[in-house]
């Protein structure tokens, strides 16, 4: 069974900076894409940015330039280093893992943009 377990929400000023991290339990990490999705209030949750088993990484329009996405395989863990923080980047943030069968979520962090 492969559980993901994500940190590092909170709250952050406009213009600050959050790193989220995703950690995943089982061998499969290293084999499949991981990436980060998001779901405000009362919208669809969204893709923010994946990376590939072979680091390959795409970006939502409206994060490219200020997030990063980066994995570490011997951790089993993949990383979301989100600068120059606005206002619409708050909800919940969530961790996936997208294998051939099946996709996997972890429960979710919230990150809240706000002065």
């Known amino acids: 069974q492969v559980q993901l377990v994500e940190s590092g929400g909170g709250l952050v000023q406009p213009g600050g900076s959050l790193r989220l991290s995703c950690a995943a339990s089982?061998?499969?990490?290293?084999?499949?894409?991981m990436g980060w999705y998001r779901q405000a209030p009362e919208k669809q949750r969204e893709l923010v940015a994946f990376?590939?088993?072979?680091?390959?990484?795409n970006f939502a329009a409206s994060v490219k330039g200020r997030v990063t996405i980066s994995r570490d395989s011997a951790k089993n863990t993949v990383y979301l280093q989100m600068n120059s923080l606005k206002p619409e980047d708050t909800a919940v943030y969530y961790c996936?893992?997208?294998?051939?069968?099946?996709?996997?979520w972890g429960q979710g962090t919230q990150v809240t943009v706000s002065s």
């Open positions: 089982g061998s499969i990490f290293s084999l499949n894409r």
């Open positions: 996936n893992l997208h294998s051939p069968l099946r996709d996997y």
């Open positions: 990376i590939t088993s072979g680091g390959i990484t």
